[in-house]
T-cell receptor
């Protein structure tokens, strides 16, 4: 296990299409977070899971966004009917419930044309 | 609402000079603050947190509740310190939800 992995690393899609991203956390980490980062900004919190339960969603997460973590391991983030404003870097992070440090993945860069 | 401000988007200093990256926060609760760093072509990683009160790679940061600041300092900059630095605030109960500042790109000139 070499850390948090994300797939794909880059995604180009046309407006209106659906996209899905995957995040594989560090294996023993029970918390998983999604962030979005636009150009020139820091990451913004979207949602987090503890095991398979999605415990909180940011108001940034519109109805077109859905995230799952079905078995408490990997997670998927789906964006339906993509818009140009969805273009961003989507970051995943994981942590243990008992520690403060979040370990980030390399991110998935989404470009909506 | 919680907010983190990093007033400098870009900071350039010469090798061996002191460095200070500014961070101010706004939060009604008890703050817990972090500095994250992203080196070129690497992922975001934790540099230090205020509770630890430790020095990492020569960097220190002191929480000043009166001035609501958490500035990052290093007395003698090195070229390998060139990176993007983000100040982050933990908020909410339970999980480590973080709000980040906009980031400061630090460049160390030889």
């Amino acid at each position: 296990d070499t850390g948090v992995s994300q797939d794909p690393r880059h995604k180009i899609t046309k407006r209106g299409q659906n996209v899905t991203f995957r995040c594989d956390p560090i294996s023993e980490h029970n918390r998983l977070y999604w962030y979005r980062q636009t150009l020139g900004q820091g990451p913004e919190f979207l949602t987090y899971f503890q095991n398979e339960a999605q415990l909180e969603k940011s108001r940034l997460l519109s109805d077109r966004f859905s995230a799952e973590r079905p078995k408490g391991s990997f997670s998927t983030l789906e964006i339906q009917r993509t818009e140009q404003g969805d273009s961003a870097m989507y970051l995943c992070a994981s942590s243990l419930e008992t520690t403060y440090e979040q370990y980030f993945g390399p991110g998935t860069r989404l470009t909506v044309t | 609402a919680q907010r983190v401000t990093q007033p400098e988007k870009l900071l350039s200093v010469f090798k061996g000079a002191p460095v200070e990256l500014k961070c101010n926060y706004s939060y009604s609760g008890s703050p817990e603050l972090f500095w994250y760093v992203q080196y070129s072509r690497q992922r975001l990683q934790l540099l230090l947190r205020h509770i630890s009160r430790e020095s990492i790679k020569g960097f220190t940061a002191d929480l000043n509740k009166g001035e609501t600041s958490f500035h990052l300092k290093k007395p003698f900059a090195q070229e390998e310190d060139s990176a993007m630095y983000y100040c982050a605030l933990k908020y909410g109960q339970g999980a480590q939800k973080l709000v980040f500042g906009q980031g400061t790109r630090l460049t160390i000139n030889p």
